[in-house]
DNA sequence: CTCCACAACTTACCCGGTTCAGTAAATCTC
DNA sequence: GAGATTTACTGAACCGGGTAAGTTGTGGAG
């Protein structure tokens, strides 16, 4: 089956190329009756323009890019990224703006996704998440001008957008929160050490425990994964002073938290509370059903996506919270005994 | 920064365009000195060619694209998609090819997202999840002659490739293992009644219960979530002759089944043995850890992006089957009291 | 010494849109 | 009613690669 083109259209409509490209893009250049008539064919032979030509033509690619950057292993369970996914995906949809994906290993790796696609002009902007310290992956969007949405942060973006949430503030809430139940020892465990967000969570964590003068705020560093969230939770309740709260940094360790402390005879919620950042259905799904920090993150997604497309229209977009969470009290959180 | 093109590459080496384009891509017509000179300038000023020129003047457009048909609530959590995009990413990435994705509602709207890719002559090929019957992107595909994979199956789609499981065998062992621990009655939670593969398990469980006299194999249909899948375990476990063993056709029904059968003060595995479909980290993170059909779905995935490389190069490729799924038992499973 | 074959290029056009510089006719202006 | 402006187009260049067809220059055969 061949293609229509615009020359096709043209052929029909008795008028040239250029018309039929003023016409479809809603162009002055045209009467509005030809607009019609252009239009009403383009529609009849189910015409859509090749991305390619238009994107050759100066034009852009209409396609954004997001490198995943997580082993597949923790991809797979990880519902944060799905949920992020799902939420670009239904901005860039409505304004017809293609997602490419590409699973990266390393930041290194990542910064050459970044190049090669700029280079065969893929993409219009591109997606970034896990922000670290010193990241080096924002120099070279800089040099090469791509535009592109930081989530996670806040950190030195020069002028990159970032679109984070307030991470420092979900975190005292839940200390706060944890406290007022009773609990004095409580301990965390943490996401992957080198990302920024998980830097401002800890120093949040040890700021408002010193505030409320609770001097054992354990933070173990973990990387997300059930195997590791569990290690690190057998290593905090085998101790003497074994804490009577856990936070963990995502659902899927603070799962494995869950089961690690019934293997282990403990009563949750009665011997140990557990409290898991990103709620996500599985935190309902156990029993008890998990405390969790909730936030919407299809619509985190979906505002990243639309900084992004500011940002490529080359608006001047600037750094935003978006979707701070918020503590969702369920089962697994009660006084200490 | 300016994009480097194979002029400025022709320019830099005193050679012509057409030159430059047959050295870097392997053609006779350059004297192998000039082609590693060629390559060298190209290397050094980080040519990547850009892919609308290239795909304009009749090549291919080195990327294929996949749509996601479920709503964001489950794709969130279903670690099964996750799996498969990290298995296809690992076989395009290593041939250059971009996966573009798409979230859709509907196998009508997922039939738009075809039509459109194919007229922006932004894909060479697809990826089709969720065979279902008399599927209606089938016909589609076939009338744009578009390069493409059916995961899912085996069912009729023409010319069109399949790569699938064997659904059936994976079901029978699973039920002679059950009858070989001296389970009787034995139940399923099914996935979407609509989809080809849910009717191949449907039809596979019925004919292996009445091959070994079980008069009781209920199916009970769900759609994969685990609020679904845990009203369906409670429907199940409330009867006078409840299951004492039930099947689920992914892990979070199973694990949602858990929490249920917990919850109802039921002992896993001695009042009820559970076995998941799909393994996943999931599975081994409750409490007990469950029995699971494991397959490597990554690889699964990877299977299904070389058989489409294959045809978008025309070759003939026909239905394989990949990744056989098989039974990992773990805490969940043990003989009824 | 001529003719031919072949390697090693160059030239020029193609892909399908976008866009700018023209142009002819219609409308406005005084 | 002559000149200025506006409208509604057309024609052609352009984006950056791919490639068929044409042009050299060299070496070998006869």
């Not at 922000?131 to 535009?147: A, F, H, S």
């Not at 007022?180 to 080198?194: D, E, F, K, Q």
């Not at 936030?295 to 992004?308: C, K, P, S, T, V």
Request: proline content about 6%; hydrophobic content about 45%; charged content about 20%.
């Amino acid at each position: 089956m061949k293609r229509p083109t615009i020359a096709d259209i043209a052929r029909r409509a008795g008028v040239s190329k250029g018309a039929v490209s003023y016409a479809l893009n809603g162009q002055p250049g045209v009467s509005e009756a030809t607009r019609q008539r252009i239009v009403a064919i383009a529609q009849e032979i189910g015409f859509n323009p090749n991305s390619a030509a238009r994107a050759l033509s100066g034009a852009s690619a209409r396609a954004v890019g997001l490198t995943l950057s997580r082993p597949a292993r923790i991809l797979s369970i990880e519902p944060f990224f799905m949920g992020l996914i799902s939420g670009f995906e239904a901005e860039l949809a409505a304004r017809s703006y293609a997602l490419t994906l590409q699973v990266v290993a390393t930041p290194e790796q990542e910064v050459e996704v970044y190049r090669r696609w700029w280079g065969e002009r893929r993409i219009d902007g591109v997606i970034v998440t896990d922000l670290r310290e010193n990241d080096v992956r924002i120099p070279v969007l800089q040099k090469l001008q791509l535009p592109a949405v930081v989530i996670g942060g806040p950190g030195d973006t020069g002028k990159i957008a970032q679109v984070w949430s307030d991470d420092a503030g979900a975190i005292t809430e839940t200390v706060r929160y944890l406290t007022a139940l009773g609990h004095r020892r409580i301990a965390r465990v943490s996401g992957l050490p080198g990302l920024l967000h998980t830097q401002t969570r800890t120093r949040a964590f040890n700021d408002v425990c010193a505030a409320l003068g609770l001097n054992e705020a354990l933070t173990v560093p973990s990387d997300y994964t059930g195997e590791e969230g569990g290690r690190a939770t057998r290593r905090l309740l085998i101790g003497a002073d074994r804490p009577t709260a856990i936070i963990y940094d995502n659902d899927v360790m603070a799962v494995a938290g869950l089961a690690v402390a019934q293997e282990m005879g403990l009563a949750v919620p009665g011997d140990l509370s557990i409290v898991a950042w990103d709620d996500s259905p599985l935190c309902s799904l156990v029993h008890p059903p998990l405390t969790a920090l909730s936030r919407d993150i299809a619509e985190y997604g979906a505002h990243a996506a639309r900084e992004l497309l500011a940002a490529i229209d080359g608006k001047q977009v600037s750094n935003v919270e978006a979707g701070t969470a918020h503590l969702t009290p369920r089962g697994s959180t009660a006084p200490p005994r």
